[in-house]
């Protein structure tokens, strides 16, 4: 479990969409840092409110807030190459259960919440990638002038 979890913007097939950006002089990379940000900072809030006891196993008698100190709150944008990506959730390096909630054991079912948010594909995913193309929409209708 020591992999921390990553959303990717993949940028290929918006070349239109830079263009126009470089056009208009705009900083592309600080377009897209901003819809990065606050994906990182929405998954961090929605992460918190699935840690919610009625969510946990047990209505969260055994949490000792490790898991909660864990979560990713506030995530910096990285670029790699040509790509960009912010990790979002729990940061696995550090003691809690996120992983254990996320999936569940053979014991104990998963937080209901975070396994929907998390499972690959869901639509919670989708709507961060909604929520990142709105956020760089948004910044180059702020900066076109």
Do not use: C
Not at 80 to 95: A, E, Q, T
Not at 96 to 102: V, W
Not at 129 to 144: D, F, K, R
């Amino acid at each position: 479990m020591g992999k921390l979890r990553n959303f990717y913007l993949d940028t290929s097939g918006l070349e239109r969409l830079i263009a126009h950006m470089e056009q208009l002089n705009l900083n592309v990379d600080a377009a897209i840092q901003r819809g990065l940000e606050e994906v990182g900072k929405k998954a961090a809030r929605d992460t918190e409110a699935a840690l919610d006891p009625k969510f946990l196993p047990a209505r969260g008698k055994f949490s000792d807030g490790q898991t909660r100190a864990s979560i990713m709150t506030d995530p910096k944008v990285q670029k790699d190459g040509l790509g960009y990506y912010v990790p979002i959730g729990f940061d696995f390096s550090k003691p809690g259960a996120g992983g254990f909630l996320i999936k569940g054991t053979p014991s104990m079912s998963p937080d209901p919440q975070l396994h929907k948010m998390y499972y690959k594909g869901s639509k919670w995913f989708n709507d961060l990638a909604q929520g990142l193309w709105s956020a760089v929409t948004m910044y180059i209708y702020e900066n076109e002038k």
